[in-house]
């Protein structure tokens, strides 16, 4: 298409606009912006966000005339009734792929860069402390780190604290018989989001039936996000990894550290963790 015919067919469109597409067009920018907003720290802006790089993807498709592409994102994208049936199918696989295609780039916002102003070789030493201790005194605990996906559902669950993580505000949280001690924690960098906070429980049924509701608990997260959840047995003292789905048992004080590092400093990465893909888990006879 040369220029000329460029320009007159966005001439021809312009001169066709009204104010009715004005108003159609700023209602669905209104629409499309509350979702983003209601789901800002949530799982589902994962999910969003990897809808829409579906749509743009079919968007080059058709501009690259990619015809069997183009064909196949348009099904998938307009058809609700497949979008329906694969979901009810395969909800937990296609929630994790979208998530996965809505992840981009680190996350190097406020709470990173306040890790790194509070000496977070200090902060992981305290944290390595903290939670040696509640495994030696066998006090239950469970403490999700999120990552690039918001758990914003999942704070909501619980109590907000925004309180300067340390191992000692883990600990006194953790305390038996105190009103937060039952839920989960949730870290995001050097903060500690909120507490008494509910996670979705594993439905795998190849997990092992010993596993208590921590360890099913700590699996379920991280099955639905990118969360790392470090887990403390109340009734062995054992302390395990959950990551991707997976549980790694009997965390000595070396991985501990490593995977510590791995989180506040950010020097790793996936491959930090790539131990947990490598070794299968454990089972055991614990009932927390």
Known sequence: MSYTSLTKALASGFSQFSILDFLDIVIIAVLIYKLIVWTKETRAYEVLKGIGLLFLCSIVSQLLSLTTLSWLLDS??????IIIVLFILFQPE???VLEKLGRSGKRLGKAWLDVSNL????????M??????LSRRRVGALIVFEQKTGLGDIIGTGTRIEGILSGALIENIFEPNTPLHDGAVVVRGS???AAGCFLPLSDDLSVSRELGTRHRAALGVSAVSDSVT?????ET??????????LVRYIDAKALSNVLESLFMQTGGSSAFSWIKRKPSEGSHEHS
């Open 128 to 133: 390595q402390t903290a939670i040696l201790s």
């Open 94 to 96: 296609i929630r994790r």
């Open 237 to 246: 003292g054992a302390i395990s990894i959950a990551r991707d789905g997976k």
């Open 119 to 126: 000496k977070s070789t200090a902060l992981i030493r305290d």
């Open 76 to 81: 998938i994208l307009t058809s609700g009734s």
């Open 191 to 193: 903060t500690l989001i």
């Open 230 to 234: 470090i887990v403390v047995s109340e």
